[in-house]
Nanobody, 125 residues
Framework: QVQLVESGGGLVQAGGSLRLSCAAS????????MGWFRQAPGKEREFVAA????????YYSDSVKGRFAISKDNAKNTVYLQMNSLKPEDTAVYYC??????????????????WGQGTQVTVSS
């Protein structure tokens, strides 16, 4: 069992920044990868970023590459998503996830077993 609790979402103006946090508890001894996904109204859930258990490998969708940065602190069992240069199209519910995907499956929702409750990010024009 792994429980994920997200924080840091909110309302921000275009061009601004937000930092999301996801704290894991429970079976935190497992070497799981963690990822961020988002879902906007009327759209399917899409991959945003992922990081390996060690933190040595990171993955990003093309739409956020260069603007977002994922990182983690294993000592605190926490993963972060730093979001810079936010655009209105970044508006969505952001979900934190943990699982055991292979390197080429980091962006696939089916390889993640645990999910947070989601946190709303709204970027105004």
């Amino acid at each position: 069992q792994v429980q994920l609790v997200e924080s840091g979402g909110g309302l921000v103006q275009a061009g601004g920044s937000l930092r999301l946090s996801c704290a894991a508890s429970g079976r935190t001894f497992s070497r799981y990868a963690m990822g961020w996904f988002r879902q906007a109204p009327g759209k399917e859930r899409e991959f945003v970023a992922a990081i390996s258990w060690s933190g040595g490998d990171t993955y990003y969708s093309d739409s956020v590459k260069g603007r977002f940065a994922i990182s983690k602190d294993n000592a605190k069992n926490t993963v972060y998503l730093q979001m810079n240069s936010l655009k209105p199209e970044d508006t969505a519910v952001y979900y934190c996830a943990a699982g055991w995907p292979t390197a080429h499956a980091m962006g696939l929702t089916s390889f993640y077993d645990y999910w947070g409750q989601g946190t709303q990010v709204t970027v105004s024009s």
